[in-house]
């Protein structure tokens, strides 16, 4: 999700250009894209804000470090159940051209030292979360662990259509682990914006898989659009941004939010919902690929309003 932006020096001022940041060594970079970046990214973020959410008013400089701490132990884990999914699925991974790059796919890096690396991984973030956070928030991160690299991976996705619906429940956690590192404890609050995720997660991962149904077919992995059609599949895309909708309400309901929440979700639940109904109605794969995009910027802007609110009211 960052950019890296180049460019040439200006004629006589080469002297005075800072030095350009160096690269991460080769193997560095290929164990970093284990912990595939941009999914992990989004899941600190979402963390965070349910760290924040639990937080009344401004965070103190303390609140401040052990959001800071919380993230890092939070990123640890997931970026370990992101490699270990990269050992469970590199012969699937070699067969797709979306994950064909992974280390693991391409023989880069051997299953023992992915392995050692998750392992290293995941034990520092529990040992993190544990020691500097709380054990609450270290068993709900190591059961998310579980349920993603284990009981979703291994269980669920090859065996049923309805597999990313199910296993999202893990998905949808990173709010509730984030609000649990603040308080020690669970409330309604987390859990609404948990349910927010999950109800988000079909129809996002579903466009992708729209116009990735052939990557899918080779893999043998039972996806809507392989077991069930594309026709089928845009339905359920549009159906479940309605859902959504309703969902992304529930901030509001509860009163954990405001107006300005309100505008923000209902004017992103509505573009998602346009985004849906195109896609069912004119089906094209770039218009899949563009409801794919634009469902990780309505969560991130959703919950980017959510904290707004939080501060201003």
């Not at 969902?247 to 505008?263: D, E, N, Q, R, T």
Request: aromatic fraction near 14%; proline fraction near 7%.
């Amino acid at each position: 999700m960052t950019a890296v932006h180049t460019s040439e020096p200006v004629a006589g001022t080469a002297s005075a250009a800072p030095a350009p940041a160096r690269p991460l060594p080769p193997r560095a970079r290929q164990f970093y894209a284990l912990t595939k970046p941009g999914v992990v990214q989004l899941i600190v973020f979402c963390a965070f804000i349910g760290m924040v959410m639990a937080v009344p008013g401004l965070p103190t400089v303390s609140e401040w470090l052990r959001m800071a701490v919380a993230s890092l132990g939070i990123w640890c884990v997931a970026g370990a159940a992101a490699a270990v999914n990269c050992i469970i699925e590199q012969t699937m991974d070699a067969r797709m051209k979306r994950t064909a790059w992974r280390p693991t796919a391409k023989g880069e890096l051997t299953n023992r030292q992915t392995l050692g690396f998750a392992a290293g991984l995941g034990l520092g973030g529990c040992v993190i979360l544990y020691v500097l956070v709380n054990p609450l928030t270290m068993w709900l991160t190591f059961a998310t662990f579980i349920g993603y690299a284990i009981i979703y991976t291994v269980v669920l996705k090859p065996m049923t259509p309805q597999n990313i619906v199910i296993g999202g429940a893990s998905g949808a956690m990173p709010p509730v682990l984030g609000w649990a590192a603040m308080t020690g404890q669970l409330s309604p609050e987390a859990w609404i914006m948990c349910l927010i995720i999950f109800l988000w997660t079909p129809p996002h991962f579903w466009a992708l898989a729209l116009y990735r149904v052939e990557d899918y077919r080779k893999s043998g992995l039972p996806m809507l659009p392989v077991t069930h059609g594309n026709q089928f599949t845009r339905s359920h895309v549009f159906l479940y941004t309605w859902v959504l909708f309703a969902g992304c309400l529930m901030p509001f309901v509860y009163g954990m939010s405001s107006w300005i929440y309100l505008v923000a979700a209902v004017v992103l639940s509505l573009m998602f919902c346009w985004y849906g109904y195109r896609l069912w109605r004119d089906y094209s794969d770039a218009l899949a690929r563009k409801t794919f995009r634009f469902s990780i910027l309505h969560l991130s802007l959703l919950f980017s309003a959510l904290l707004v609110d939080h501060y201003v009211f």
